[in-house]
């Protein structure tokens, strides 16, 4: 099945600052890679998603890369604010089974 | 996107008593939702995938006359946590698979449901 690692675990930035998460995955067949932020004791939200047809995809401070051959793909936040503090998760699946498999998670702290 | 609601938000029960989670879709028939348990400072762990009009399947590991799943409408889908025990203390979300066509849907998470066995 499908493995799912991310780096790092724990993220200090400045206010301002930029963050930038990775994460590969093993199966190939994978093409659909959303990302969650998670604040503590809540749901995770959807910030941001791609899939295996582009490379690239930005929302506002938010970014996504994907590089398929290496199998792995990256979040990028610019510009962060304290509300930018929570766990952010990968997650990649195929699109016939849907089933999300999740990275391990990175405790983001942006300090002010 | 999809409005998932869950209930009861959190839950505290007797060990060996069973208690129930329920997971509505508010404004999408959704015939497939997934069942997670998160541990603190843990990842999302899938339980289980519910079908609505059929039987669940349970990821490996699971047990699935521990962990009752049932999908009886295209809103709800419930899980039973049988004969509880402080292990099965957690943390379970569900999850709505929205179609959206072209390669992968999105999914999207109820509240979640802290469990509390004492």
């Known amino acids: 099945g499908e493995n799912v690692e991310q780096h790092p675990s724990t993220l200090s930035v400045q206010e301002g600052d930029s963050a930038v998460i990775k994460c590969t995955y093993s199966d190939s067949a994978s093409n659909y890679f959303p990302w969650y932020k998670q604040e503590l004791g809540k749901r995770p939200q959807l910030i941001i998603d791609i899939r295996s047809n582009v490379g690239e995809k930005k929302d506002q401070r938010i970014a996504v890369t994907l590089n398929k051959t290496a199998k792995h793909f990256s979040l990028h936040i610019t510009e962060t604010q304290p509300e930018d503090s929570a766990v952010y998760f990968c997650a990649a699946t195929k699109a016939a089974g849907n089933k999300l498999t999740f990275g391990g998670g990175t405790r983001v702290l942006v300090k002010p | 996107g999809a409005v998932v609601s869950q209930h009861p938000s959190w839950v505290i029960c007797k060990s060996g008593t069973s208690v129930k989670i329920e997971c509505r879709s508010l404004d999408f028939q959704a015939t497939t939702m997934f069942w997670y348990r998160q541990f603190p400072k843990q990842s999302l762990m899938l339980m289980a995938t519910s079908n609505e009009g059929s039987k669940a399947t349970y990821e490996q590991g699971v047990e699935k006359d521990k962990f009752l799943i049932n999908h009886a409408s295209l809103t709800l889908s419930t899980l039973t946590v049988t004969s509880a025990h402080p292990e099965d203390s957690s943390f379970y979300i569900c999850?709505?698979?929205?179609?959206?066509?072209?390669?992968?849907?999105?999914?999207?998470f109820g509240e979640g449901s802290w469990l509390t066995v004492v």
């Open positions: 999850s709505v698979l929205v179609l959206t066509g072209g390669p992968g849907n999105t999914i999207y």
